[in-house]
């Protein structure tokens, strides 16, 4: 949950990751996986935009 709260604090899978020390790749895991557990998708992700998924 922390992970994905700075994504969305930094707008940037790329920032968070510098952010707290760790690698895109698992940024971008950790995400993924709190999405599958929740089952709902939390950021709309686009190649130049992050934005929290409201349904």
């Known amino acids: 949950m ?4 700075k994504v969305v604090d930094l707008h ?3 920032r968070a990751a510098d952010s ?4 895109r ?3 971008t895991k950790m995400v993924r ?3 599958a557990h929740l089952q709902t998708q939390l950021l709309r992700r686009t190649t ?5 998924s409201v349904s």
Do not use: C, I, N, P
């Open 2 to 5: 922390q992970v994905f709260t």
């Open 12 to 14: 940037s899978f790329s």
């Open 20 to 23: 707290l020390g760790l690698q």
């Open 25 to 27: 790749s698992a940024v």
């Open 33 to 35: 996986k709190l999405e």
């Open 48 to 52: 130049r935009s992050l934005d929290v």
